[in-house]
């Protein structure tokens, strides 16, 4: 919890898309969707956590 000890390995990321540390296993797979199955609004204490989260779904 101090973080005073240093990791074993260190993965070198090129940029904030880079998967090359992850196993071809798994980005090959198409990510499948799967929206609740009853649709709800988040409460206000909901909002607020995710208040500084981004996300930008490319369609195309």
Not at 31 to 60: R, V, W, Y
Request: hydrophobic letters at 35%; glycine letters at 2%; charged letters at 20%.
């Amino acid at each position: 919890m101090a973080k005073k000890v240093t990791p074993p390995f260190l993965p070198s990321i090129k940029e904030p898309t880079d998967v090359s540390n992850f196993d071809s296993e798994f980005t090959r797979l198409q990510p499948i969707l799967s929206p609740p199955s009853k649709p709800f609004s988040l409460s206000a204490e909901q909002q607020e956590a995710f208040a500084d989260f981004d996300f930008c779904a490319l369609h195309g």
